[in-house]
């Protein structure tokens, strides 16, 4: 009687083990239980023989699913990984202007107007805005906005024009904008504002809020200061009454670094930056470069006496002023001789590694004696010296650099 009732807690002791441990189907549990429960009858043993087999041929199919599904977990992790590769170079597509302010100083020049139109033509679309500064003086005067507006094309829309003997509200001009004519000029992107550029109060207003500055502003036309070259009073003045000063190749250009800096900081106490974090940890890689100056190659004007000294002595003494402001990402171009009239524009822009032609005497900028040259001179069309201003914003290669540009090399005119 104890022998049997042993017998029977061993074999529901087996029965319990196999029922919840193993992980088959039960169909495939009975193999296991047959044989012993079935022990004494040979008529089972094939049927449990079958069921191994079966069970054994499941476990391989099994094994062989779980192979494929394991490659395929594989392929789509790397097909994954790859559709995420071009995030990860998101930071070099290099600079852009895309939702940036530029400021055009000098706007309503020659050389400054033809900025202003190719930056609102070429990448009016993706600025936030253009701010074009001009040295008001009056509107009987080239120095309004005439040069400005008619560069830009404000003047193409649908306009009217009264003859001189009719009333007074017949007689004037007026233009409307026409979006078919007008519509790729981006004028809605472009901001007007008059500045003195000796007056810092002003120019720190000008510059408030700007992401870049193209500085073409010059108190010089051709090689003689404009006072003189124009006659104009305005101009004259204020080179009398400020001989020591009155420079905006100086002064002017100084405080519009000092304006652009003080933008800078303020904008890192918006953001809620460190005060002594560093400037250029605000700055980001498709930034553009913050100040583009144009100046003039060695070559390009004659050696010329001013009240406030030598012309090119003072396009020096700017250039080094950018030294004064390592903060600040920036580019000089040293402009070729302006040839309108002998030199194409459209032409493939030629930079090259920029002559110091001055040295200090006496703490003093001076012009160096001048050595021999081998008769040719640097020439470029403005037109692609404003593209050249423009494209300095974006173009990483030169940027920190002092750089020659030209496109044409002629026989030098210069007496």
């Known amino acids: 009687m104890r022998v049997a009732l042993l017998l029977l807690s061993i074999l529901s002791s ?3 083990f196999t029922h919840y441990t193993t992980p088959y189907t039960p169909r495939i549990r009975q193999s296991i239980l047959i044989p012993l429960s079935a022990a004494n009858d040979n008529n089972n043993n094939d049927e449990a023989q079958r069921y191994q087999e079966k069970a054994y041929e499941l476990r391989n199919q099994i ?6 599904i394991s490659d395929k977990r594989s392929n789509n992790n790397a097909l994954y990984i ?19 302010r530029v400021l055009v100083v000098g706007a309503n020049g020659r050389l400054g107007s033809m900025v202003t139109r190719y930056l609102l033509r070429t990448h009016g679309e993706e600025l ?41 509200d017949e007689r004037n001009a007026s233009f409307e904008f026409d979006p078919e004519i007008m519509g790729a000029y981006y004028l809605n992107k472009l901001r007007l504002v ?47 009454a400020s001989p020591t000063k009155g420079r905006v190749e100086i002064e002017g250009l100084q405080n519009c670094l000092e304006g652009l800096v003080g933008n800078i900081q303020e904008q890192k106490w918006k953001n809620r930056l460190e005060p002594g974090a560093d400037i250029e940890s605000t700055r980001r890689s498709s930034d553009p ?41 920036y580019t000089i ?19 090259a590694e920029a002559e110091d032609d001055t040295e ?36 990483e290669e030169i940027d920190g650099k002092k750089v020659q540009v030209y496109t044409a090399e002629k026989k030098s005119d210069i007496w």
């Not at 008001?136 to 829309?157: F, I, K, P």
């Not at 200090?360 to 001179?377: A, I, L, P, T, Y």
């Open 360 to 395: 200090v005497v006496d703490g003093v900028v001076c012009v160096k004696e001048e050595s021999s040259k081998n008769g040719m001179q640097k020439r470029i069309n403005r037109r692609d010296a404003a593209r050249a201003a423009v494209e300095a914003l974006t173009n």
């Open 333 to 351: 171009l040293q402009m070729g001789k302006y040839d309108d009239n002998f030199v194409e524009e459209g032409q493939e822009l030629q930079y």
């Open 82 to 100: 790859k559709e995420k590769e071009p995030i990860a170079i998101e930071d070099d597509e290099g600079k852009s202007l895309k939702n940036k």
């Open 14 to 16: 087996v029965y319990t």
């Open 194 to 240: 008059e500045v003195e550029l000796l007056d810092p109060v002003q120019v720190r207003t000008i510059t408030e809020d700007v992401d870049a500055i193209i500085y073409c502003a010059t108190d010089f036309e051709g090689n003689r200061p404009r006072a003189v070259a124009s006659l104009n009073a305005a101009f004259l003045f204020r080179a009398v």
């Open 128 to 168: 936030k805005e253009v701010v074009a500064a001009v040295h008001y003086v009056g509107q009987a005067t080239s120095r309004g906005w005439g040069r400005l507006s008619y560069e830009v094309g404000a003047e193409d829309g649908v306009g009217t024009i009264g003859a001189a003997w009719s009333q007074e």
């Open 63 to 68: 094994r062989s699913m779980e192979a494929k």
């Open 289 to 329: 470069t913050q100040f583009v100056l144009v100046s003039s190659t060695p070559d390009s004007l004659a050696k010329f006496e001013t009240p406030f000294g030598e012309f090119n002595a003072l396009k020096r003494q700017g250039e080094r002023i950018m030294n004064d402001f390592p903060s600040i990402s």
